[in-house]
């Protein structure tokens, strides 16, 4: 049986052509971008961080459309 979720395993997200059209827009290439989430991946499972502790630490950030320095 196969584990159905919303988010994107790291090869999903690597070979997505709209992130991958991000990324060229962006300036960044691709291996950076993989470095970047195998690093994330890494910390996350060293910290035993799951996703709602993410969630957590952002909750102290303004609503989207504020701004940070007003």
């Given at each position: 049986?196969k584990k ?6 790291m090869?999903?997200?690597?070979q997505?052509?709209?992130i991958?059209?991000?990324l ?15 690093t994330a ?10 996703k709602s502790n993410?969630l957590?630490?952002?909750a ?6 504020s701004c940070?320095y007003?």
């Amino acid at each position: 049986m196969k584990k159905i979720t919303d988010d994107l395993t790291m090869n999903e997200a690597l070979q997505d052509p709209l992130i991958a059209q991000v990324l060229r827009a962006d300036g960044v290439r691709q291996e950076d971008f993989r470095r970047l989430l195998e690093t994330a991946a890494l910390k996350m499972r060293a910290t035993g961080s799951a996703k709602s502790n993410f969630l957590k630490k952002l909750a102290p950030l303004p609503a989207a459309g504020s701004c940070l320095y007003c």
